[in-house]
């Protein structure tokens, strides 16, 4: 399995990025899919998810309201539609995926996940 990570670069802060997860040797329909990041000196931290089968979506507080997360099951891609950024939103971002069903709670959980992508940098800045 093997994920990618794309669409990361640098945005002013009000802007939008999208980011898409492609992944061989799993199709995301049938696994929950995660986006984390992590900041330069700080630890990774969720961002959101996206549960298997009903697509029940998760956010971290923060990006509530700016961020959503979708599947394209016919690609086999997994998207962070990330808007009105904040230069607090600069990060590597990560995606990752579990093979499991886990209970709501452990999406936001890094251990949950099984398979990792490397990250794309976002940089929001003027």
């Known amino acids: 399995v093997q994920l990618q990570a794309s669409g990361g670069g640098l945005v002013q802060p009000g802007g939008s990025l999208r980011l898409t997860c492609s992944a061989s040797?799993?199709?995301?329909?049938?696994?929950?899919t995660g986006w984390f990041r992590q900041a330069p000196g700080k630890e990774r931290e969720f961002v959101a998810a996206v549960r298997k089968g009903n697509l029940s979506t998760y956010y971290t507080n923060s990006v509530k309201g700016r961020f959503t997360i979708s599947r394209d099951n016919a690609n086999n891609r997994v998207y962070l539609q990330m808007n009105s950024l904040r230069p607090e939103d600069t990060a590597v971002y990560f995606c990752?995926?579990?093979?499991?069903?886990?209970?709501?709670?452990?999406?936001?959980?890094?251990?949950?996940?099984?398979?990792w992508g490397q990250g794309t940098l976002v940089t929001v800045s003027s």
């Open positions: 040797g799993l199709t995301f329909s049938s696994s929950g």
């Open positions: 990752a995926t579990t093979m499991g069903n886990p209970i709501s709670s452990a999406y936001y959980r890094p251990s949950t996940y099984s398979y």
